[in-house]
């Protein structure tokens, strides 16, 4: 076989692939394919087999992207239900002893955390977007500050949830209130 007919081979082998939907090639296959000896049909064979992996391989990052992203999702509703809802019941709970003339002291630090674990949990949510915003201009990037961003902001809700409770438990009981008699 000389050059004019591999270049031809070549040709009908880059043109059957391109019908067949492939778009993008790596150079080291191309390369693989002028250096080798094999006849154009082998390498139309191989080259729909390099396709299938790739396709694989796409597919399957697809998933996984998927999958951390409704796991994110999960995450930063989880925080900002938990830190809201306490938020509201310790509100609930000093308007009930105002309501008594009972005496209360240090509820603002605890509404204060809470109400802060859910602000940070809702800009974790913006921060989903901007992390996909940047995934998407650069996926082969090897960090995205968005990303980290956001994994820091849903860590950070649950640790103020956490620090919330333990005040709250420090005050009722440390005697920080006492009931009007």
């Known amino acids: 076989m000389d050059v004019s007919d591999q270049q031809n081979g070549l040709r009908e082998t880059l043109k059957a692939l391109k019908d067949d ?3 993008v090639m790596s150079m080291d296959g191309l390369l693989y394919l002028l250096d080798s000896s094999t006849p154009p049909q082998e390498w139309l064979a191989e080259l729909r087999r ?3 992996q790739s396709d694989a391989t796409t597919q399957r990052g697809m998933e996984l ?40 002291q240090g509820f603002g630090w605890v509404v ?3 109400a802060s674990g859910a602000l940070v949990s809702a800009m974790a949510a ?9 995934y998407a201009r650069a996926p082969n990037a ?6 980290t961003a956001t994994i820091g902001c849903v860590i950070a809700s649950y640790g103020f949830f956490a620090i919330g409770c333990g005040v709250a438990m420090a005050l009722f009981s440390g005697g920080h209130f006492q009931s009007a008699q």
């Open 21 to 23: 939907g492939v778009t």
């Open 50 to 52: 390099w396709q299938a």
């Open 65 to 104: 992207f998927r999958s951390i992203m409704n796991a994110a999702h999960a995450a930063f509703k989880s925080a900002t239900l938990i830190n809201g809802g306490a938020a509201v019941a310790v509100l609930t709970f000093v308007s009930s002893l105002a309501q008594h003339k009972t005496p209360i």
């Open 112 to 114: 204060g955390l809470f």
């Open 126 to 134: 913006g921060g989903t977007y901007l992390a996909q915003r940047r």
């Open 142 to 147: 090897a960090t995205n500050p968005w990303t």
